[in-house]
């Protein structure tokens, strides 16, 4: 354990409201042996009590919490210089909150650690935020502050903040970064990932209502999805001279949880799938959640945890991996806990050891 013997309670504040991703990151954070919630931000619902937006979360230390408008939230970093700080805000929005926040922090002589779970923190280069959603960039002054990767291709510790890459990438760059890395694949790869209805966060819309979403499968934005660009940065970074070309298909698929990732990429020489699973098991081997096999895996196999896992077959030189997440903790809540560990020197699995639900 890299914790020094100092096991106060580390404070964190979350933005993010009501929202899915918010009321996961308070599930794993009541386990979490360090990290205490004391603060979360919501203009929709300040002053409610927290439970009475997340039941499922009554009775578990949380229920005296209550939301609290953004504007209030800059008291905690004049109480706590050394807090923690999750975004969970939808992109376009968070920059900016971030923003206020950090000027409020610095003037106190706070230095918080962040974890931006938007697409906001993604981009060093605002110009490249505005091109792929189609927005200025909130605080484009402080895109350069963030490193965004997940926890397992970075090493070491971000020099400031750092950005939670999203649900669909974090499963599409697990498996293929390492082929990256060791120069193992061709450049051009396609992938094929199907969502839970869970990844379109709490607000319904025509396409996300029950009706329309359950016993049913579609895709949509066909190699014209913003994570495309996002998942070929990210593969670029595995090697020098790496141009990575990625086609994405997304699919809304008929369950809650879990992203089910199939890729398929062309291996430079012929190979095993036996010995592609044994470089993946090697390249992750200190890595508590990613774990590959030649059997392809289910979505059960990983919903309520923090783990990828992967299946290998290979044909020749075409080789197909099967990824699984839980989009709500890998793609979000989980690997911004992992990376909120590190930021506060922890191990990366601390709070992040959860059996699977199995069943569901
Ligand atoms: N869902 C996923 O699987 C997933 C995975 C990876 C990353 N993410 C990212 O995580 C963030 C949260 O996603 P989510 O699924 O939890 O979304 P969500 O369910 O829609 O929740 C977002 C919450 O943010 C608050 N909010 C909305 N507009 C706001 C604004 N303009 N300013 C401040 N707060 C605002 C609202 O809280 P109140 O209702 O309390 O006001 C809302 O409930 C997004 O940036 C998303 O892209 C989501």
């Known amino acids: 354990m890299k914790s020094s013997a100092d096991a106060r309670p580390i404070p964190v504040v979350l933005l993010g409201g009501a929202g899915y991703v918010s009321g996961e990151l308070l599930r794993l954070l009541c386990l979490h ?80 650690h962040v974890v931006d779970l938007s697409a906001d923190g993604r981009f060093t280069d605002p110009e490249a935020f505005a091109a792929v959603y189609g927005l200025p960039h909130g605080a484009p002054h402080r895109c350069a502050s963030f490193t965004c990767a997940v926890p397992e291709h970075y090493r070491g510790v971000p020099p400031a903040f750092a950005a939670q890459p999203g649900c669909f990438t974090t499963a599409a760059v697990l498996p293929l970064f390492p082929l990256f890395a060791m120069n193992l694949c061709e450049e051009g790869v396609f992938i094929c990932a199907v969502t839970g209805s869970s990844g379109s966060g709490r607000t319904p819309t025509a396409k996300t209502h029950h009706p329309e979403r359950h016993a049913n499968l579609s895709a949509y934005s066909p190699l014209a999805h913003r994570h495309e660009p996002e998942m070929a940065r990210l593969l670029a970074a595995a090697r020098p001279d790496c141009a990575p070309s990625v086609e994405f298909v997304p699919h809304s698929g008929p369950f809650v949880r879990g992203i089910h990732s199939t890729i398929r990429a062309t291996l430079r020489e012929p190979s095993p799938a036996s010995r592609i699973v044994a470089v993946l098991n090697e390249f992750y081997a200190a890595s508590a959640f990613v774990e590959a096999s030649s059997e392809p895996p289910a979505l059960h196999e990983v919903v309520g945890t923090n783990r990828c896992r992967i299946g290998v077959a290979v044909r020749g030189r075409t080789i197909v991996m099967t990824s699984v997440i839980d989009n709500l903790v890998k793609g979000a809540a989980g690997g911004a806990i992992q990376w909120m560990n590190r930021l506060f020197a922890l191990d990366d699995d601390t709070g992040l050891r959860l059996p699977g639900l199995g069943f569901c």
């Open 33 to 112: 042996p360090r990290f205490r919630v004391v603060g979360i931000g919501s203009d929709g619902h300040a002053g409610q009590r927290v439970v009475d937006a997340f039941h499922h979360l009554s009775g578990i230390g949380l229920d005296q919490l209550r939301f609290e408008p953004f504007e209030g939230l800059g008291r905690h970093f004049e109480k706590d210089l050394h807090l923690g700080l999750f975004a969970a805000t939808p992109h376009g929005a968070t920059a900016s909150l971030l923003d206020t926040l950090l000027l409020r922090a610095e003037r106190a002589g706070a230095r918080p």
